[in-house]
């Protein structure tokens, strides 16, 4: 099992909707979770930070829920500009752990006109 | 200021020969790390570097690969007789330093294809 799960997707869905992806993670040392944006041949930058009681930035939404150890990106009023791959990422920490970010697999949104 | 720079953009290889692929960091940051991504896959951790100390080497798939960061700034990653599966995107990131969530944020460069015939 990856210590961090997405699934692939792809979501399509038209302009203007409210879109969820949700992030699995398997070790409860983990203690810093991301969301980045990857576009098509280019590489990933962040979105944004997620925090414990949650975190919003224009239309899109972080959460995290650590007693079932996921992680939520909720997208509204969906553009064209946000069809991308949304990679979740976790940092572990702990004994011997060096903070190293992880990656899930990443999910595909297409937004259609 | 300039972001993380990595060269060649894109390079191919016949199988068995050895390439090294660099990464130009952010300066002034500590942490460095290098990641495979094969297509439609997310990026997988290879090492990671605090300064020019190689902190975590779990994720290189085999003694075929290599690492360095001889002065603390620019790092290679080497790899010797490359085979098929090698074939991805190598991707490298800095951050100002790993351990403190505020200086956390991962700076990616464009990366580097590699294609092994």
């Known amino acids: 099992r990856k210590e961090v799960e997405q699934d692939p997707g792809p979501f399509n869905v038209p302009e203007g909707a409210t879109v969820a992806f949700n992030c699995t993670y398997s070790n409860s040392a983990s203690q810093s979770f991301f969301w980045y944006r990857q576009d098509c041949r280019k590489e990933p930058k962040l979105l944004m930070s997620?925090?414990?009681s949650g975190n919003e930035d224009g239309r899109f939404t972080a959460q995290l829920n650590r007693a079932s150890q996921y992680i939520s990106l909720l997208i509204r009023d969906s553009k064209l500009s946000d069809s991308a791959t949304y990679l979740c990422?976790?940092?572990?920490?702990?004994?011997?752990?060096?903070?190293?970010?992880?990656f899930g697999q990443g999910t595909t949104l297409q937004v259609k006109p | 200021g300039a972001g993380v720079s990595q060269s060649p953009r894109y390079k191919v290889a016949k199988r068995g020969q050895d390439v090294a692929l660099r990464c130009d960091p952010i300066s002034g940051h500590v942490s460095l790390f290098w990641y495979q991504q094969a297509l439609g896959q997310g990026p997988e951790f290879l090492t990671y570097f605090q300064n020019e100390a190689q902190l975590d080497k779990s994720g290189l798939p085999s003694d075929r690969f290599f690492a360095e960061r001889p002065e603390g700034s620019v790092s290679t990653l080497k790899i010797q007789r490359t085979q098929q599966e090698d074939s991805a995107v190598y991707l490298c990131?800095?951050?100002?330093?790993?351990?403190?969530?505020?200086?956390?944020?991962?700076?990616f460069g464009s990366g580097t294809q590699l294609s092994v015939l």
């Open positions: 990131a800095s951050s100002l330093k790993q351990g403190r969530p505020q200086n956390e944020k991962l700076f």
């Open positions: 997620v925090y414990s």
């Open positions: 990422a976790v940092i572990y920490r702990g004994s011997g752990n060096t903070g190293k970010l992880i």
